[in-house]
């Protein structure tokens, strides 16, 4: 039998009266402080889309992350609470969860904006695991409670928190430039759906199957809990199916996805419509505010699925931009000004006629701000000029700002009435949560205060510049597409006035943000803008400050000759870095620190070579007192040595110990089709490589993962030595591999700027610089030796070469090139990348013979050793 008592339309959105103690009004207060506080930074931001490098991405994410996710973790849990008839959870951990949301929104923000990778992905870690602990505490809640009527809608909170934390992963990617630019398009749009659909979306719509008649003052439908299983079957579902397909760019996947999520909407749009009745709502402003944000949310669905019917991927990016201001405005903005204009007076009104008096603040010129927020809606979402959606973020926001000035003072009132409380918890609790508020306002405030740059004034934007200019002017035409910054690298003479003339080629918007200098607004498709640097003294980077793109490769050098200094450098972000400079190679290595053996090991005895490689990360020194993380096969950089003859057969189990890369392998020694033995294997497969050596010589092995460039770069090579027919034998023989070595977080912005600048911080022998200077390769004098030498690079060959002797014997790429009793001689072993071969010779008498790279740039930064040669 349905009896009123268990209508949530009469009692659900009013919380038991234990929802109205003092320590819990608190709470709700504070969380309510930091819902205004965040919309205010969002404000603000969007204020200063001109001068403040990602602004439009900090407004947003503001506003979401910070605004609405606050918003939504209260209440979903207060609802939950409600509607599942549980008992409350508890308090401490509740505040500790909704801290962590707040720190993780901070420090994803600043990450973002100073392009600080480990700090974005920290946040991000930090929010899966707040979400991850709310939706735990929504799921225990459905465990044994007394439940109701409404107690499937609280499914919307968890399918949501799910969201969220699939949206953090794909975020971080995004921001990270982890995504590469290959798979950027449809990461991004599964992104941006996954989290205005899933994590606002999904919570907006289960709310309102209880707020809506709760608002209208009328009774719920018998079907509410029927259909609301079937639209979260269809919501929640089809966004899945939606987010998969972006991800994987199966476009028909993503529209049937996106069909099942209108469908739903639908539906439920059709039940609040039917809900609807004569007499007044008990809140015409939150009735009309929550209706308007429903038919935002359907208009926005459906423009969205032809959209995506209709374009192509990269064309539907580029779109969302103009359809994300009608998500973010017309629903998310509208609902929370909705809803709170109900709940505000529910949840911390001391009785019903505080509550009024509340309400009655809160609904002041209601219609003139409903008018004004859903007019700048529609001027932003239709195609007009620029000057309209200027006038309609304007209208937009004068309504969103007169809303947070009421909601201001209702917090001040609520507070002085805590104030008279007198509950003891409560008042405890009180400076900490309002120093929270406090220091999310300050913190973000000053980082956008402080780091504005910029001019916002006209078309040119310009920067001063110390130093006196040579009375040269210079204006080059730069372009953005293509996840590029061309050119990529520009020089000058120092002193020279630099103009850049920036134009956005590309279907995507981008901007460009000089170091320590001007930078661009977002640029749309064909529009430029012209930087003035001043007169450039010293080398500055450039790239685009969108999220992630700087780590995909936009970005510029601007090199200045004659020049003494690089802010870049001086902050260790430098795109152009001082090849050797961070290294004292005089320096002693570590304590107990040995060099790794050069010696060649005799090849085994049979003709099948069983080897199992490990992908797996090691932390070494490097240089003497410089430790660097690399990837390595084995362990070391370089891999093991594999020595066999001509015609063995090699059998090489390679295992991906890498815990979050995929990895391959390729070893050109072998001839055989790379489509099965040289993919990539994911983290924690195996793969076996079987090759025949059939040709004698010094080979290189390497990853075959893409980008081979960081793969290589940061350690994954090797050498096999194959020996020709009838090699004689040698009192010594050894193995150098040469390598370029970059420091650096691997794979990050600024190590792969100096991998493609072959801009190395040092170049070694055997993966270490100077090793051979500090602990030499010893024998006597009249001793013959044989020295292989495998170029692996990346970038970078070789010119071996041994003071004080000369070579009788050269071996290169398979084929003497002299032998002894020849008449010539040779005094270095030329090799390009990826060749090898040995040399051969005999020290005369006692002393210290030293080897290097005779590229004497090489040999300064690391590329040298000792023979130590005694009597």
């Given at each position: 039998m349905y009896s009123k008592s268990d209508d949530p339309a009469v009692g659900a959105g009013r919380p038991p009266s234990r929802f109205k103690a003092s320590g819990l009004r608190g709470r709700h207060l504070a969380a309510h402080v930091l819902v205004a506080a965040w919309g205010v930074l969002a404000l603000l931001a969007a204020s200063m889309q001109q001068s403040l490098p990602v602004a439009r991405w900090l407004a947003v994410h503001l506003f979401l992350l910070g605004a609405a996710t606050t918003a939504i973790v209260v209440w979903s849990e207060h609802f939950a609470v409600a509607m599942l008839h549980a008992p409350l959870p508890d308090r401490r951990w509740s505040n500790a969860r909704l801290a962590g949301v707040n720190a993780a929104t901070l420090g994803i923000l600043t990450g973002v904006w100073a392009d600080l990778p480990v700090l974005t992905g920290v946040g991000c870690a930090l929010l899966i695991a707040a979400i991850t602990a709310h939706l735990v505490v929504l799921v225990r809640m459905g465990r044994g409670a007394l439940g109701g009527r409404l107690a499937p809608i609280a499914d919307y909170y968890r399918a949501a928190a799910a969201a969220l934390?699939?949206?953090?992963?794909?975020?971080?990617?995004?921001?990270?430039?982890k995504a590469g630019p290959r798979h950027y398009t449809g990461l991004k749009l599964a992104h941006v759906h996954v989290a205005l659909l899933g994590w606002v979306g999904l919570p907006v719509l289960g709310t309102l199957f209880m707020l809506w008649p709760t608002v209208l003052g009328v009774r719920m439908a018998e079907r509410t809990t029927r259909l609301a299983r079937r639209v979260l079957m269809l919501t929640g579902g089809g966004l899945l199916i939606a987010a998969a397909g972006l991800v994987a760019a199966w476009r028909p996947t993503a529209v049937l996805g996106l069909a099942c999520y209108a469908a739903g909407v639908a539906v439920a749009v059709q039940l609040f419509a039917r809900t609807v009745r004569r007499r007044p709502a008990i809140s015409a402003a939150a009735a009309w505010m929550l209706a308007a944000a429903a038919g935002w949310l359907f208009a926005g669905v459906v423009v969205d699925l032809v959209l995506l019917a209709a374009r192509p991927l990269t064309e539907v990016r580029d779109d969302m931009r103009s359809l994300v201001p009608v998500l973010l405005v017309g629903l998310v903005a509208q609902v929370l000004i909705g809803a709170l204009t109900y709940l505000l007076p529910v949840v911390l009104a001391g009785g019903p006629k505080d509550r009024g008096a509340l309400r009655a603040?809160?609904?002041?010129?209601?219609?003139?701000?409903?008018?004004?927020?859903?007019?700048?809606?529609?001027?932003?979402?239709?195609?007009?000029?620029?000057?309209?959606?200027?006038?309609?973020?304007?209208?937009?926001?004068a309504a969103g700002v007169a809303f947070l000035a009421l909601v201001a003072r209702v917090l001040l009132h609520s507070g002085r009435g805590l104030l008279q409380d007198g509950d003891q918890d409560g008042v405890a609790r009180r400076p900490v949560v309002w120093g929270t508020a406090?220091?999310?306002?300050?913190?973000?405030?000053?980082?956008?205060?402080?780091?504005?740059?910029?001019?916002?004034?006209?078309?040119?934007?310009?920067?001063?510049?110390?130093?006196?200019?040579?009375?040269?002017?210079?204006?080059?035409?730069?372009?953005?597409?293509?996840?590029?910054?061309?050119?990529?690298?520009?020089?000058?003479?120092?002193?020279?006035?630099?103009?850049?003339?920036?134009?956005?080629?590309?279907?995507?918007?981008?901007?460009?943000?000089?170091?320590?200098?001007?930078?661009?607004?977002?640029?749309?498709?064909?529009?430029?803008?012209?930087?003035?640097l001043g007169p450039v003294t010293e080398n500055r980077a450039a790239w685009c400050t969108l999220p992630g793109h700087r780590a995909a490769g936009m970005s510029m050098d601007i090199v200045v000759t004659g020049a003494t200094g690089s802010a870049s450098a001086r902050d260790g972000h430098s795109m152009t870095a001082t090849v050797g400079g961070a290294l004292d190679l005089s320096a002693d290595f570590t304590q107990g620190w040995k060099a790794r053996t050069a010696d060649l090991t005799p090849a085994p005895g049979g003709t099948v070579h069983r080897v199992e490689l490990h992908a797996v990360r090691r932390t070494v020194e490097v240089a003497p007192g410089v430790k660097q993380q690399m990837w390595t096969f084995g362990g070391t950089a370089p891999g093991p040595t594999l020595h066999g003859r001509a015609g063995d057969v090699f059998e090489v189990t390679l295992v991906d110990d890498d815990p979050t890369m995929g990895h391959g392998i390729d070893f050109h020694a072998g001839s055989l089709a790379p489509d099965g033995a040289m993919r990539t294997i994911q983290p924690g497969k195996r793969l076996v490589y079987r090759f025949r050596a059939e040709k004698?010589?010094?080979?290189?092995?390497?990853?075959?993962?893409?980008?081979?460039?960081?793969?290589?770069?940061?350690?994954?090579?090797?050498?096999?030595?194959?020996?020709?027919?009838?090699?004689?034998?040698?009192?010594?023989e050894y193995v150098l591999v040469s390598s370029e070595l970059y420091l650096g977080t691997p794979g990050s912005a600024a190590q792969v700027a100096k991998m493609r600048q072959d801009t190395p911080d040092a170049w070694v022998f055997n993966g270490i610089a100077a090793q051979y200077a500090k602990q030499p390769l010893k024998l006597k004098a009249g001793e013959r030796a044989r020295f292989w030498v495998v170029a692996a690079g990346p970038s970078d060959g070789i010119s071996f070469h041994i003071v004080g002797t000369d070579f009788d014997t050269v071996y290169e790429e398979g084929a003497y090139l002299l032998k002894p009793g020849d008449a010539g001689g040779s005094q270095a072993l030329d090799l390009a990348v990826a060749q090898g071969g040995f040399v051969?010779?005999?020290?005369?008498?006692?002393?210290?013979?030293?080897?290097?790279?005779?590229?004497?740039?090489?040999?300064?930064?690391?590329?040298?050793?000792?023979?130590e040669v005694s009597s």
């Open positions: 934390i699939i949206g953090a992963v794909l975020g971080w990617l995004l921001a990270t430039g603040v809160l609904e002041r010129g209601w219609v003139l701000r409903l008018a004004a927020l859903n007019l700048g809606v529609v001027l932003l979402a239709l195609p007009l000029p620029d000057l309209v959606g200027t006038a309609g973020i304007l209208a937009a926001g406090a220091g999310a306002v300050l913190t973000v405030l000053a980082v956008l205060v402080a780091n504005s740059g910029g001019d916002p004034s006209g078309g040119v934007s310009a920067a001063g510049t110390t130093g006196a200019g040579t009375g040269t002017t210079r204006t080059v035409a730069v372009t953005l597409a293509g996840m590029r910054v061309r050119p990529a690298r520009i020089q000058v003479t120092a002193g020279t006035d630099l103009r850049l003339k920036v134009t956005n080629t590309d279907a995507q918007r981008h901007d460009l943000k000089v170091e320590d200098g001007p930078s661009t607004p977002m640029l749309a498709h064909g529009h430029t803008r012209v930087l003035d004698a010589g010094a080979w290189l092995y390497h990853c075959s993962t893409a980008p081979m460039l960081q793969h290589m770069g940061n350690g994954m090579y090797g050498a096999v030595v194959i020996d020709p027919p009838g090699l004689p034998k040698v009192a010594h051969e010779t005999t020290f005369p008498a006692a002393g210290h013979y030293s080897f290097v790279d005779h590229d004497m740039r090489h040999a300064e930064a690391g590329a040298m050793g000792m023979v």
